[in-house]
């Protein structure tokens, strides 16, 4: 029987990626799924089997959110014009002294977690557990990469100016900066022992192939690629291991969410506060909350949830636990229950398609924007990206670029 609703699933699945134009932003995001589903559910890594319940709630987020994209993207409703990037030369300077500032932040970070590790390369997978400030596992020691929290806060806004460059980069079609914000993303993930160049270069490709410039940018994508394999050697034995990751990243994210519902925590229906967490603090200081009395806000909560390791295999060739990843449908199911699968996603796709309809698929700055948004859905495999503030902010400086642009060309040629 579950055999039988599972094919019908895929078949479903196949129906509504056939459907959508490959020129939709969620035709990649509908392959995207429809590959880890796939492979999650053949369990090459011997995971635990994923409910039927969870392979229901994301299939249907999936219909739902194309159903509602092709009825707005129809509608043609859009922002405004958007115009290109005018003045790149100062953008490029702007984008050269943040480069330069983080570089120098990033290099005396690292060399502050070497004294911490105490330079031996065998301990470097601690890195990780000090970055963020969690114990290290056996240690019952919690020690904190930076001084102070707002420190750290500072320093993560600085990696969506990171972000930010790499976009511009991409939009200018400018190598030098490229290739420089290649090298910052490169030293940070060093610094964070993070895959988040992964992250880049599904943005890059997606950016390539719409540009239609893929096999002349192949030795990016090959050097990226490279430095991928090689800072996850650092944290895995062997190409195999490494091999053993990134499956395990994308297809244990999935069954960590089937875990978490199963474990009971955290209790749904928390409107809203889980999928905006991080933006969920700000609110409750605005409105007046007392910082004792946030101990036991959702978002406190869940963070001590996500941060704990879950059981999600008794024999798996690379780990048996996993942390912090657990799709975004997890985030959404937790606000709202059943409905916080459904709405959310109409809530996103309404807003896409108002996005789109806006783009100007020969302008390169819109092209390097779309690719952004389109990578950011691919990452729901893990979390909300594309509903995190530092994502939202890079979309926001390049609306309001391109709008201002655009206006003041218009206001120029009626003079």
Known sequence: MIEFLLAILCVLSLTVMFLVPRKNPLFLYNLWWFLWLLLGYINILNLYVVSLSVYLYITLSIVVMNFTYLTMASSKVRITKLGNLRSPKKLRLCARIFLYAFLVITI???????????????????????????????????????????????????????????????GLKHKALLYFTFFNVLIWCVLTTGRDLIFFLL?????????????????????????????????????????????????????????????GEPDTFQFGAVTFSQVMPFVYHILGVIIEDAGSRPFIELGGVLSEFVRISDGSPFFDYFNALPTWFFFFYVDFGFWGVVVYPSIIAVLLATLYNSFDSNISEHLALMSFVEASLLWSIFKPQLLDPQYLTIIFIFIFIMVKNERSNSNNSIR
């Not at 590790?117 to 963020?132: E, P, V």
């Not at 930076?146 to 990171?162: E, K, N, R, V």
């Not at 950016?207 to 192949?218: I, P, V």
């Open 203 to 263: 943005i890059y490709m997606i950016f390539a192939f719409k540009d239609r410039t893929l096999s002349k940018n192949k030795n990016v994508i090959i050097l990226v690629a490279f430095s991928i394999v090689l800072i996850s050697l650092f944290r895995s034995d062997g190409i195999e291991m490494v091999f053993y990751a990134l499956i395990s990243y994308f297809t244990g994210s999935i069954v960590y969410f089937d875990q978490l519902l199963l474990s």
């Open 108 to 170: 005396l970070l690292i060399i502050r977690m070497m004294f911490l590790i105490g330079f031996d390369l065998g301990d470097y997978w601690k890195a990780r557990f000090y970055y963020f400030g969690l114990e290290v596992p056996g240690s019952g020691v919690v020690i904190s990469l930076f001084p102070s929290s707002i420190f750290a806060g500072l320093y993560h806004i600085l990696t969506s100016g990171l972000l930010f460059c790499f976009i511009l980069a991409l």
